[in-house]
């Protein structure tokens, strides 16, 4: 089992800055691909940013590149969502989750698909105000 608890969500203008954070526990391997999702009132759960154990591997949805870095720290079992010039759009609760078995290589594809990411964490609430 593997828990996952996120945290620095809030209530932010645009244009402002915000950092994420996402705490592993429980059982850990060194073929982890760590993921941030989100999801909006009203709309399906969309990937954000997802990261191999290395950090060799980083992709990111269109709406967020440039603005979004996805980062972790192993040693402390914790993956980053660094969030800078937000916008209203922005707004959602944000997820993060983790794939535990990911296949040897694998495209940007995979990684966008939340079936198959094994554990998530409750969430944390990202609003964003015009």
């Known amino acids: 089992q593997i828990q996952l608890v996120e945290s620095g969500g809030g209530l932010v203008q645009a244009g402002d800055s915000l950092r994420l954070s996402c705490a592993a526990s429980?059982?850990?391997?060194?073929?982890?691909?760590m993921g941030w999702f989100r999801q909006a009132p009203g709309k399906e759960r969309e990937f954000v940013a997802a990261?191999?154990?290395?950090?060799?591997?980083?992709h990111y949805e269109d709406s967020v590149k440039g603005r979004f870095t996805i980062s972790r720290d192993n040693a402390k079992n914790t993956v980053y969502l660094q969030m800078n010039s937000v916008k209203p759009e922005d707004t959602a609760v944000y997820y993060c989750?983790?794939?535990?078995?990911?296949?040897?290589?694998?495209?940007?594809?995979?990684?966008?698909?939340?079936?198959?990411?094994?554990?998530w964490g409750q969430g944390t609430q990202v609003t964003v105000s015009s």
């Open positions: 989750a983790t794939d535990v078995n990911p296949p040897a290589y694998f495209s940007g594809s995979y990684v966008t698909s939340r079936h198959n990411y094994n554990y």
């Open positions: 429980g059982r850990t391997a060194s073929n982890y691909v």
């Open positions: 990261i191999t154990r290395s950090g060799g591997y980083i």
